[in-house]
């Protein structure tokens, strides 16, 4: 699953993406991201389970731990003031699930409808 952030006003994503990547590694969690112009990629969200020497070996999330990692990034945006479309595309779900519009988060999960 891949997290796409579409910002809708000029910002500095790799600020943004500095500060998700702190707030991610702080829980455990690696991510691969892809920055262009005004759109922000977060692909293969994991989470570290054993440090091998200097290798990181990572799993798949459960469920919970992207209710977690969702948070997270919302929590960043949040308090960057930042207005955006952000949304994922798991398997199963057809089309995007909409985690953000605009400075508005989703805040019901879990068969709830957003708000």
Do not use: F
């Not at 702190?22 to 991510?31: D, K, N, P, T």
């Not at 798949?60 to 948070?71: I, M």
């Not at 919302?74 to 207005?83: I, K, P, T």
């Not at 595309?89 to 708000?115: E, I, M, N, Y």
Request: charged content about 30%; overall charge positive; glycine content about 6%.
């Amino acid at each position: 699953m891949a997290y796409t952030i579409n910002l809708k006003e000029d910002l500095i994503a790799g600020h943004l993406v500095s500060e998700m990547i702190i707030r991610l590694s702080e829980q455990g969690y690696c991510a691969e991201w892809l920055i262009k112009e005004r759109t922000i990629v977060i692909r293969a969200v994991r989470k570290v389970s054993v440090l091998i020497g200097n290798k990181r070996v990572a799993r798949h999330l459960t469920l919970d731990e992207w209710t977690v990692v969702n948070n997270l990034v919302q929590d960043v945006l949040d308090r960057e003031s930042v207005d955006a479309d952000v949304w994922s595309t798991p398997a199963h779900v057809k089309g995007r699930l909409w985690l953000r519009k605009g400075t508005c988060r989703r805040v019901q999960w879990h068969g709830d409808k957003p708000s």
